[in-house]
């Protein structure tokens, strides 16, 4: 058979390569969350899951589509920010609802328990945006709260980026720290993991989907030769989730000793 008789089969099959890269592109980011939100879900429990996670992803994937402005790069990147960002906010009201709803079950047994002693109780405090108080800055009661911030954040950037948009070195910027936020993404599991000197709560599934995820996308990004930001942060991803999964190991292998939490409120904050 001649060579040319075999480009019937050869060009749709790279085609459908390359529409399945681009799909994988497209969702793949989202899959390892899928394990964790059941999680949540099942055990009415945030506490393993720090949601500076969804912080950096909501504030990278911003900043992402922003540079795209600037610079156009293929379109499976920016769908996979677009869908990256509503996976979070879904992550977010979760995590938020179960937080709000086991605070008011501490305090409802508390009262119940101090009832006899005509103690008074008082109500969980409520924490807020518009409070513009650091020491609570995305441990609101609401997920309200975080919705008003994050669009506050996008109009506020997205005017910015409107201003300087005829800057080369704004936009080279702006796609730099778009990546290197998304590389620091394990950053707030990883210390998480280390204040609690264990990984339980954490969805091991969520961060060996993380790696291989990481791992594809970084070649994804050398292959396609997108922007350089992209691989060199791609890279530095795969560092910080190989570092979760050696912490995976050694707590489970070489107990330590927990932290303390004797108070609520500082488990509260820590989501």
Not at 82 to 104: G, Q, Y
Request: aromatic share 16%; charged share 15%.
């Amino acid at each position: 058979m001649e060579p040319g008789g075999l480009e019937w089969l050869l060009v749709p099959m790279q085609q459908l390569v390359s529409w399945g890269a681009a799909g994988a592109m497209v969702f793949g980011g989202v899959v390892p969350y899928i394990p964790q939100y059941r999680d949540i879900r099942r055990t009415q429990n945030a506490e393993g899951f720090s949601t500076y996670v969804c912080l950096v992803l909501l504030v990278a994937n911003i900043l992402r589509i922003l540079f795209w402005f600037g610079r156009r790069f293929e379109s499976p990147l920016l769908w996979q920010s677009i869908i990256m960002i509503f996976t979070m906010l879904l992550m977010l009201k979760l995590c938020t609802e179960v937080r709000v709803s086991n605070e008011l079950n501490i305090k409802r047994r508390s009262f119940a328990a101090a009832d006899s002693k005509d103690e008074e109780i008082k109500a969980p405090p409520k924490r807020s945006y518009l409070d513009f108080d650091l020491n609570y800055f995305w441990h609101w009661s609401k997920f309200t709260d975080y919705l008003q911030c994050v669009l506050t954040f996008t109009g506020v950037t997205g005017y910015i980026t409107y201003l300087w948009l005829d800057s080369s070195l704004f936009v080279e910027t702006l796609g730099f720290l778009a990546v290197f936020t998304e590389a620091m993404l394990g950053v707030p599991q990883l210390y998480r993991n280390y204040q609690n000197r264990s990984t339980e709560g954490m969805s091991i599934k969520m961060v060996l989907m993380w790696t291989s995820g990481d791992t594809f996308k970084t070649v994804y990004f050398i292959l396609n030769q997108a922007p350089f930001q992209f691989s060199i942060c791609g890279l530095l991803q795969v560092f910080v989730d190989i570092a979760i999964l050696l912490q995976v190991y050694l707590y489970s292998y070489y107990p330590q000793k927990p932290v303390s939490h004797t108070a609520h409120p500082a488990s509260t904050k820590a989501l």
